[in-house]
């Protein structure tokens, strides 16, 4: 029987349509039990219809407080009751309740070798602050914002004629490899969350997560 997850979107959905991807080819074991958007013309709930996936849109703006909108988005989630909760591009903050709701069973992807560069505009200030790598982690969610314990990182080298949409097309490209098999493992048990921390076959991974290069030996 197959994984049950949830993907949560507010663009394009490229990273949801890796998901589809690998389990319609069946190298994903998991079932997209639906997909919701804080956006109505997001992209990826065009992806889903495709896959005959179930779509919801909550509008964000519709709602008086971050709490009131964290609570409705919480109950839809949770009448698929999904093992796994999936963050595909889904540009909110979520409340400390929310967080802590899901703990241990939501993952993000964020597009920098994490702890450097939480928050936005990831590439363009890995170019301004001279790194010679950039890239992407998988983590799990945390109340702190791009915080949680990481799980799987993929870095490419930064050339010297490299620009934010440059540097950002070569992360996409890590994102829809690393973020299937981050789903794949935590739906095979590979993946668990204890005490803040993630393990990988029952070992306690380093801050920096799993090294994709490290993955493939």
Same mark, same amino acid.
């Given at each position: 029987m197959s994984f049950p997850i949830v993907v949560l979107i507010s663009g394009s959905g490229s990273n949801l349509q890796a998901l589809i991807d690998q389990s319609l080819q069946g190298q994903l074991n998991v079932n997209i039990s639906a997909v919701i958007s804080n956006k109505a013309d997001a992209y990826g709930l065009e992806r889903a219809k495709q896959a005959a996936i179930p779509t919801h849109t909550l509008d964000h703006k519709l709602f008086e407080s971050r709490e009131a909108f964290d609570a409705e988005l919480q109950k839809i989630i949770d009448q698929y009751s999904p093992k796994l909760v999936v963050l595909a591009g889904f540009m909110r903050i979520l409340t400390e309740s929310f967080a802590r709701h899901y703990e241990g069973r939501m993952l993000n992807i964020h597009p920098s070798l994490l702890p450097k560069f939480k928050g936005l505009d990831t590439h363009q200030r890995a170019i301004? =602050?001279?790194?010679?790598?950039?890239?992407?982690?998988?983590?799990?969610?945390? =109340?702190? +914002?791009? =915080?949680?314990?990481?799980?799987?990182?993929?870095?490419?080298?930064?050339? @010297? !004629?490299?620009?934010?949409?440059? +540097? $950002? !097309?070569?992360?996409?490209? +890590?994102?829809?490899?690393?973020?299937? +098999?981050?789903?794949?493992?935590? @739906?095979? /048990?590979?993946?668990?969350?204890? /005490? $803040?921390?993630a393990s990988f076959d029952q070992t306690v991974l380093p801050e920096s997560g799993i090294r994709y290069n490290e993955a493939l030996k």
């Open positions: 301004e =602050a001279n790194e010679k790598e950039h890239g992407v982690s998988v983590h799990f969610v945390s =109340a702190e +914002l791009d =915080a949680g314990a990481v799980i799987i990182q993929a870095s490419t080298e930064i050339s @010297s !004629n490299d620009t934010a949409e440059s +540097l $950002g !097309n070569k992360v996409h490209t +890590l994102e829809h490899i690393i973020y299937p +098999l981050a789903v794949k493992w935590f @739906s095979e /048990d590979r993946i668990t969350f204890h /005490d $803040g921390k």
